[in-house]
């Protein structure tokens, strides 16, 4: 039980990082990755969204959705899966202004500094993606849970990285035309390819 928790987890940090096996997030990933402080910030906020988020739309799926699901209520037959994305993107919706109310009572500086992105968590890609791979994969509470929290930590450690080697290739001689988003996409494809040799590990 613990080896197979521990296996989701390290699986979605490193071997099914969310945004650089799947490019899920690359919006924001590549727009906020610009300053370390800011990006730190931002990945924190995804594994708190992450990790509320996939064990609640696990209940909303397994409790109201999912074929079957209202047999609880005595309606067996009633299947509401059609209703899957509008009502993953509502409970995100809602956990994201939650994480902005937090955020913007606790440190006004961090809000200040997301801006923008912050309410752009309710339409990040990788937060529903964690969502549909939990039900693509039939995970059940536990592993619903692991997989949003190391989703979230492998989304966090991927901007980070890259807010770090940004905030270095300021100072280095780069080719005209590669400045910017340039180098950003091919350090991102860099990345990937660097996260790719945990694909051999068994989990």
């Known amino acids: ?102 955020i913007e009572r606790i440190s006004q500086a961090l809000y200040t500094a997301l801006g923008v992105f912050l309410p752009l968590i309710a339409v990040n890609c990788a937060i529903l993606g964690t969502s549909l791979f939990m039900v693509e994969r039939n995970y059940n509470f536990n592993e619903s849970l692991v997989f949003g929290l190391g989703s979230g930590t492998g989304w966090f450690l991927a901007i980070v990285a890259m807010a770090s080697l940004r905030q270095k290739l300021r100072y280095a001689d780069l080719p005209y035309g590669l400045e910017g988003y340039g180098i950003t996409m091919i350090v991102s494809g860099l990345m990937a390819m660097g996260f790719m040799i945990f694909s051999g590990i068994a989990l």
């Open 1 to 102: 039980m613990v080896e197979n928790l521990m296996g989701i987890f390290l699986n979605s940090v490193f071997v099914g990082n969310i945004l650089l096996a799947y490019f899920l997030g690359m919006c924001s990933f590549v727009a906020v990755s610009g300053n370390l402080k800011t990006a730190t910030g931002l990945g924190f906020a995804v594994i708190f969204v992450l990790a509320i988020t996939t064990p609640v739309n696990w209940f909303i799926h397994h409790y109201l959705l999912a074929p079957g699901a209202l047999a609880w209520a005595g309606l067996p037959d009633v299947d509401l899966n059609f209703l899957r994305f509008i009502t993953f993107i509502a409970s995100i919706a809602a956990m994201v202004q939650i994480v902005e109310m937090v």
